[in-house]
């Protein structure tokens, strides 16, 4: 008899190895996720084309440091920073053909693919952050970002950037008037593009990753951008004077490959859209606090002369954009300019 159970107690331990293997393979990623090949991991290329110190490349690392902790280690986001990978032009075709997976363009770079994109680059268009985000979350906002499902898309989020200010290397600006002549690099954007003809300067379609050889070679007299991607590319470094305009928007949507999206398992979608949930409360916070510091550090470093406009100011320049909203609702929708904070409240 205490043969028998000595039999049965030594199988018993035989089996606790076999138990927990089993529990193992039960949980929801393998645990010993480092020898596995990329083949059996999840990998999702990211590419981007801002430096890894903007509110964009700091949230893509950190997306991606998150899902390995989450997925310990069995999704791996793979970032790719200064368009090392893809250059801005290339970047949305890598992602329609699946040679990467996601992207989070400026929503310029949209309107190549979808024009109504573009309500976005409206002067004046939005008053702060919350605005944006309401507009962007709205039944409106939402049916534009459904359409991108149209092109082997799906928007899983939006980023900030900031809002864009005016530098060249001329002279001040404080009246729409005095950007007469210049010529001003701008992101490919039928809506940009009037922008800067209704006051009479000179738009540029440049790539952002050689804004600065052409400012330095001086193809152009200025741009505009946010302060996290003009201190980035150290822009003001070229240029004489800077207008705190607020003018426009700069943010991202941030795009998986559709195909892609809808292959992956159930829990895997629900942990990356939970992340991009936390990431993207983060990275708004981050946004703002970036954009106040690095105005500090230009008023600070006294190496371009500093303007801001006032509310008369704006009052003014508003009044010169009207022009380009007509132009958004001739050619593209009035539903877009209708929804907007400024018309609908
Ligand atoms: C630009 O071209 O200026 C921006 O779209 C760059 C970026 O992604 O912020």
Redesign the pocket.
Known sequence: MKQLFGIIAFGFLLFIPLILVSCQSSTQYPVDYEQLSEDQRIVIRFS???GED?P?GMAARKFAQLVKERSEGYIEVQVFSNGTLYK?GEEMNALQRGDIQLI???T??LTNLIPEFAIYDLPYAFRNYEEVHAYANGEVGLTLTEKLNEHNLISVGIWD?GFKQLSNSIRPISHYSDLRGLRMRI?PSDVIEQQFVTVGANPKRI??NT?FNQLQEGNVDG?E??LS?ITSKKLHSLQSYLTISNHGY?G?FLLFNLEFWNKLPKDVQTLLTDTLQDVQQWQWQFAEEMNEEKLQDIENCSCIDVNYLSEEDITEWEKAYIPVYDYYRKNYSDKYVNALPKFSN
């Open positions: 981007h084309v801002v903007t964009k801005d989070a363009p400026a310029s770079k950037s992101m790539d952002f804004v741009q951008n946010t991607n700069l991202y």
